[in-house]
């Protein structure tokens, strides 16, 4: 079964520092979405993309953050300036349209 | 962003128990409907859609109720297996997740 590919699977940064969460979704799908999960709260939606441009984003995803897809393949993630309260599960999905969304195995976040 | 809402569990069940989850979600506009599996610090997982009709899938059955914008997910004969917290997901595009309902089934 083909699988939305998501690394690292643990990131530890200091406040302050950039990280790039990196994902590889299903290779004829169209639609890609980054969600985080804070730990004990529900996932929440970020952004998604689709014809390599951002087609929604939410309140949450500010300046700080951007998304690219480079070579064809890779979905990235870039938070700028990490906060403390970036700290949380990190999942990239994708989907074609009418069909369901296949979520990766997430980075999990940690910033100290 | 509209919401949507679940019980907030917990739910501790013996096995072979019958065990049954509600949501309520607030976009009336809302076309689309699912359940997922999410298991501890894993990625969420879908379990069925929901169709107006209902649905059924083995020992899970789906319904939803459009006018009283409510959605049930009905689990017959639980296993130990079933252990997880369960979504309740409205494709608002983008989905939108309720908090989830815990359940833990006990042998």
């Known amino acids: 079964e083909p699988e939305v590919t998501q690394t690292p699977s643990h990131q530890v940064t200091q406040m302050g520092q950039e990280v790039i969460l990196r994902c590889v979704p299903i290779s004829n799908h169209l639609y890609f979405y980054w969600y985080r999960q804070i730990l004990g709260q529900k996932v929440e939606f970020l952004v998604s993309?689709?014809?390599?441009?951002?087609?929604?984003k939410s309140e949450i995803f500010d300046d700080q953050f951007s998304v690219e897809r480079p070579d064809g393949s890779n979905f990235t993630l870039k938070i700028r300036s990490t906060k403390l309260e970036d700290s949380a599960m990190y999942f990239c999905?994708?989907?074609?349209?009418?069909?369901?969304?296949?979520f990766g195995s997430g980075t999990r976040l940690t910033v100290v | 962003r509209k919401e949507v809402e679940q019980d907030p569990g917990p739910f501790n069940v013996p096995e072979g128990a019958t065990v049954a989850f509600n949501c309520t979600y607030s976009n009336s506009a809302s076309q689309s409907f699912f359940w997922y599996r999410q298991d501890c610090r894993k990625e969420p997982k879908l379990l069925m859609s929901v169709y107006s009709s209902g649905n059924e899938d083995g020992r899970f059955t789906a319904q939803l109720n459009r006018a009283s914008q409510y959605i049930s997910l009905l689990i017959r004969d639980s296993k130990l297996s079933d252990s997880a917290t369960y979504l309740c997901v409205v494709d608002n595009t983008p989905l939108v997740f309720g908090k989830g309902t815990r359940l833990s089934v006990i042998a």
């Open positions: 993309f689709y014809n390599n441009e951002i087609s929604e």
């Open positions: 999905a994708s989907n074609r349209l009418n069909y369901g969304y296949t």
